[in-house]
Nanobody
Framework: QVQLVESGGGLVQAGGSLRLSCAASGRTFNRYPMAWFRQAPGKEREFLAG????????YYADSVKGRFYISRDNAKNTVYLQMNSLIPEDTAVYYC??????????????????WGQGTSVTVSS
């Protein structure tokens, strides 16, 4: 059974940084796209960043480009999201997701087969 487990969320002041981790088990996702999404209360789940098996291929939403950075460690089956210069609007539950079809990470949540349980991030002003 495939499992994705996020960690690293918490409370941080505006301007601070956090690094989220997503550990995958049950299958190796080395060749498949993985992504981070977030969902704030009352809002749709939005794509933030995606990465393909070749580490250099990363994709970002405009809202986080230049502040958030996605990376993966295939040996550890883990994907990370480094979040810098956090603002209160980044407050949300953050999810990692995995897609079984090789290629560019989709930006639609409906394209992903596997999801973690989410980790909460709160940015105080």
């Amino acid at each position: 059974q495939v499992q994705l487990v996020e960690s690293g969320g918490g409370l941080v002041q505006a301007g601070g940084s956090l690094r989220l981790s997503c550990a995958a088990s049950g299958r190796t996702f080395n060749r498949y796209p993985m992504a981070w999404f977030r969902q704030a209360p009352g809002k749709e789940r939005e794509f933030l960043a995606g990465v393909v098996w070749s580490y250099q291929s990363t994709y970002y939403a405009d809202s986080v480009k230049g502040r958030f950075y996605i990376s993966r460690d295939n040996a550890k089956n883990t994907v990370y999201l480094q979040m810098n210069s956090l603002i209160p609007e980044d407050t949300a539950v953050y999810y990692c997701a995995a897609n079984e079809r090789p290629g560019i990470p989709p930006r639609s949540r409906y394209e992903y087969e596997y999801w973690g349980q989410g980790t909460s991030v709160t940015v105080s002003s």
